[in-house]
């Protein structure tokens, strides 16, 4: 089966600064990647997803990038907000598959 | 609108309870799991369903028992309850029937302690 594997599990930036969160997988037929934003207490939210036809998507101040050669993605995060503060999930698999694999976890602590 | 709506949010076992944790949705999703979220390991699949009658096994399913008699509720159950599932329990739904590919909408979660 699929395995992700995401790093650093803690992050901490300065306000306005940027964050780049990094997730690998195994599978090569995985053609899905989601991300999800967990703050403290509350439950996984879908923040933004990319599909392996394309190799970056962004919305607003958040982007993610994908190498399917290299089987990894990353989560960038530009002109970080203490708002950003949270735990972001990677994931990965087949569209159409029963599962989806998600990766350990990133703490992201954005410093004022 | 409600969403993914589980009960109960707490909840404290001793060793050897059963207990079910109840989840319902209201957005005609065909596909329902449940997942544990511990410490260092991410979000890890217990068991999910594809529609009604139709179940099937996750990544850590063991000591846990599921149905789906309805669209709309999984329920979760655990057997005879260990310290080793003590946790928060996430119940989803996401609208293919075939799962991935589609925005999962999680439920707020329950944070369950065995002692």
């Known amino acids: 089966g699929e395995n992700v594997e995401q790093h650093p599990s803690t992050l901490s930036v300065q306000e306005g600064d940027s964050a780049v969160i990094k997730c690998t997988y195994s599978d090569s037929a995985s053609n899905y990647f989601p991300w999800y934003k967990q703050e403290l207490g509350k439950r996984p939210q879908l923040i933004i997803d990319i599909r392996s036809n394309v190799g970056e998507k962004k919305d607003q101040r958040i982007a993610v990038t994908l190498n399917k050669t290299a089987k990894h993605f990353s989560l960038h995060i530009t002109e970080t907000q203490p708002e950003d503060s949270a735990v972001y999930f990677c994931?990965?698999?087949?569209?159409?598959?029963?599962?989806?694999?998600f990766g350990s976890g990133t703490q992201l602590t954005v410093l004022p | 609108n409600a969403g993914v709506t589980q009960t109960p949010k707490f909840q404290v076992l001793k060793t050897g309870q059963s207990m079910t944790l109840q989840c319902a949705q209201d957005m005609n999703h065909e596909y329902m799991s449940w997942y544990r979220q511990d410490p260092g390991m991410g979000l890890r699949l217990i068991h999910y369903?594809?529609?009604?009658?139709?179940?099937d096994q996750g990544e850590v399913p063991n000591g846990y028992n599921v149905s789906r008699s309805t669209t709309e509720d999984f329920p979760l159950r655990l057997l005879s309850a260990a310290p080793s599932q003590t946790s928060v329990y996430f119940c989803a739904s996401s609208y293919s029937a075939g799962g991935v590919g589609n925005t999962i909408y999680f439920g707020e979660g329950s944070w369950l302690t065995v002692v």
């Open positions: 994931a990965a698999s087949l569209i159409g598959a029963r599962q989806l694999t």
């Open positions: 369903s594809v529609g009604a009658g139709i179940t």
